[in-house]
């Protein structure tokens, strides 16, 4: 049986990507993409 793993957190994904905290994260996702990430999620 194959099990799922839910995506990780925004907040573990920034840590994971070098980010200091979630809100510079947000604001350089938000910069590159044009929408949130959890908008980005959503579509």
Do not use: C, H, N
């Amino acid at each position: 049986m194959l099990t799922q793993t839910p995506p990780p957190s925004i907040t573990e994904l920034s840590y994971r990507l070098g980010f200091k905290d979630t809100s510079s994260f947000y604001k350089a996702f938000k910069r590159w993409y044009q929408v949130s990430p959890k908008a980005y999620v959503s579509r």
